[in-house]
């Protein structure tokens, strides 16, 4: 660890919250800076969010004590009691399939199985294809994460992300969506998603207008093209 503290004339990170800590353990604030991951747009689906009244939720995550699955269904099982209107949950990642029987004991449990899609692990244009028809994207996790790709990548699509504040979260996200406590209650986070159901619901232009402001945003920011101009720019430095 002493080597790369000393001998390079450039440190890089992908998150803010990474870089801080490496400079608490001796690393060079001089030398430290920050370039956020880049992506690409996959999916080629035209007019997904065209559902008016369905309301679309996605979780993104392994199936790991980090990702805080007991939170998120505990937060959409209060969300059900609170919101008439229909909805779906779409759980994508490893081990999120029916061979999971403690997932699965916990959505009978907490009355969602008929509200929940299991997508497993796919494939990142599938994952980008959800994120496209997607109306929010939740990320709960308890501890553990640098820079959340998911969050940028969902915003790509004017999904707006619901969020712990981890890692990068917050930087993330900005104003386009909510950064959370940790400590978030379920009937909170339920509480904070039936605004933007009710939102999408009752003010559909006013809805359509945060989407393509988020999806504008996370465009100019995250563009894998604009991450490659970065580099370029620090190489012609070093």
């Known amino acids: 660890r002493k080597l790369f503290m000393s001998i390079p004339h450039r440190i890089l990170f992908n998150s803010e919250r990474a870089m801080n800590e490496h400079i608490k353990k001796g690393y060079s604030r001089s030398k430290s800076s920050v370039i956020y991951n880049g992506f690409e747009s996959l999916s080629k689906i035209k007019n997904p969010k065209n559902d008016p009244k369905t309301f679309e939720i996605i979780y993104v995550a392994r199936y790991h004590k980090q990702k805080n699955y007991s939170l998120l269904i505990s937060s959409i099982s209060e969300f059900k009691k609170i919101y008439k209107g229909p909805f779906n949950l779409h759980l994508v990642?490893?081990?999120?399939?029916?061979?999971?029987?403690?997932?699965?004991?916990?959505?009978?449990?907490?009355?969602?199985?008929?509200?929940?899609?299991?997508?497993?692990?796919?494939?990142?244009?599938?994952?980008?294809?959800?994120?496209?028809?997607?109306?929010?994207?939740?990320?709960?996790?308890?501890?553990?994460?640098?820079?959340?790709?998911?969050?940028?990548?969902?915003?790509l699509y004017g999904t707006i992300p619901i969020a712990t504040d981890v890692g990068d979260a917050k930087q993330i996200i900005r104003n386009h969506g909510k950064s959370i406590n940790k400590d978030s209650t379920p009937k909170e986070i339920a509480s904070l998603i039936k605004e933007y159901a009710l939102l999408k619901l009752n003010k559909p232009i006013k809805w359509k207008a945060i989407t393509n402001d988020c999806a504008n945003f996370s465009e100019n920011r995250f563009k894998i093209k604009n991450t490659a101009e970065k580099f370029n720019k620090l190489s012609k430095i070093l």
């Open 93 to 155: 990642g490893k081990n999120i399939d029916l061979k999971n029987k403690d997932l699965i004991q916990n959505l009978v449990k907490f009355n969602l199985l008929e509200n929940v899609i299991l997508h497993g692990l796919i494939s990142p244009k599938e994952v980008h294809d959800l994120f496209s028809v997607s109306d929010i994207t939740l990320l709960l996790s308890s501890y553990g994460e640098a820079f959340p790709n998911v969050l940028a990548e969902a915003m």
